[in-house]
């Protein structure tokens, strides 16, 4: 069964500087997808950003960019700029490709406090 | 925003009560699931449908049922609500194409004296 494990459960960043949120995970499969989920105390479940095993491209929205390293099973977020809007819960999924449940697998979550 | 509700959105029970909670979508996807979310543990899988009838269990299914008569509703039954199952409840839903991620309806915020 596939696991995801984000190690640190807190950061803190000043506002304006980067920040890297890190996530490993475990699988047997080659192909699958990879998401990072931001949760505001607005309870909501945002999704941040998307990377598809198969891509060699890290995906990039706007500040947000990951780093994806396939071989070390590692996926982590890089927020540039950080805002006030940034402080939240973030939470690393990962999700199969095989058909079937289309479930996600989640990690335990990170919070991310900014200072301003 | 995904077309997700929920309700309620919050909602205090007695220990043995039966318990509904009710996620509607009008996205007309496929999948849905519904989650619970505990300090420590993220997010954990009850159960999820992948089509009206079609459901299947979890990782945290136990004291849990679930129903999906329709696309939009999918139903979970908390059958003698315990103090264990005090926790936010979140639907989502999917698609296969073409993206695969999963849209998170509001939460519910269950607590169970």
């Known amino acids: 069964a596939q696991t995801v494990t984000q190690s640190q459960p807190e950061m803190s960043v000043q506002e304006a500087e980067t920040v890297t949120l890190s996530c490993t995970y475990d699988?047997?499969?080659?192909?699958?997808?990879l998401f990072w989920y931001k949760q505001p105390p607005s309870r909501q479940m945002i999704l941040v950003i998307r990377q598809e095993a198969y891509k060699q491209q890290n995906a990039t929205e706007n500040r947000f960019s990951v780093n994806f390293q396939k071989a070390a099973k590692s996926f982590s977020l890089k927020i540039s700029d950080s805002q006030l809007g940034d402080a939240a819960m973030y939470f690393c999924?990962?999700?199969?490709?095989?058909?079937?449940?289309?479930?996600?697998?989640f990690g335990k979550g990170m919070k991310l406090t900014v200072n301003p | 925003d995904a077309g997700i509700t929920q309700s309620p959105r919050h909602k205090v029970t007695e220990t043995g009560t039966p318990v509904t909670l009710r996620c509607h979508q009008t996205e007309n996807h496929r999948y849905m699931y519904w989650y619970r979310q505990d300090p420590g543990h993220g997010l954990r899988l009850i159960h999820y449908s992948y089509g009206v009838k079609d459901t299947d269990k979890g990782e945290v299914s136990d004291g849990y049922s679930v129903s999906r008569s329709k696309t939009e509703d999918f139903l979970l039954t908390l059958e003698s609500a315990t103090s264990s199952q005090t926790s936010v409840y979140f639907c989502?839903?999917?698609?296969?194409?073409?993206?695969?991620?999963?849209?998170f309806g509001p939460g519910t915020r269950l607590t169970v004296t």
């Open positions: 989502a839903i999917s698609e296969r194409v073409p993206s695969y991620e999963q849209y």
């Open positions: 999924a990962y999700r199969s490709r095989q058909g079937g449940s289309e479930k996600l697998v």
């Open positions: 699988t047997s499969e080659s192909d699958y997808y």
